[in-house]
């Protein structure tokens, strides 16, 4: 290994060639990327699971938002905080809303408390209870069930390399937290 830790995310003139398709799609546009870019392999293969869980996902937008945002909690990430809230507000979840995915799933909105439950029961135990396993089959089907904890493996996965890198947040989204904060009330 060439670079000394912690890995800061690449930019444009160093990312690897192994990567070129993949520099003006989603792997170029955030720091996180940028940051696993060090290892091309790995982002390569990531791409397949990302597209499933940022897009396909049969939790739709706003609960997979709330999801991304409760494991963004558990993790300590602010950078998967923010760059959540910014995009929670884009799927349309208002900020006394995201403001509640803080707190306990008592004071949340009945589905977004069992979203957060099923959360907290994965980090704490790494199962969810037949009576969550059950709410969240309610709520989201089946699919959503296993969605569910495979958004949670995908950004702890994530957390843990922003974490551990200490990866800044990017740019346009901390200057649009700066233009307009979270306002949780």
Partial sequence: MTDPLPLRPLDDAEWPEALADMQTGFAGGLNVYRTMAHHPALLRAWAGLRDHVVVQTTLGRELSEVAILRTGVRLGSSYEWNQHVARARKCGLTDARIGTIRGAPEAMAPVDGV????????????????????????????????????????????GFILNTFATPLDDDIAAELAARPLDPD
């Fill in 115 to 158: 979203i957060a439950r099923a959360v907290d029961e994965l980090f704490d135990t790494s199962r969810l209870t037949p009576e969550t396993a059950a709410d969240l089959a309610g709520a989201v089907g089946k699919e959503g069930v296993l969605d569910l904890m495979a958004t949670v493996g995908f950004y702890s996965t994530l």
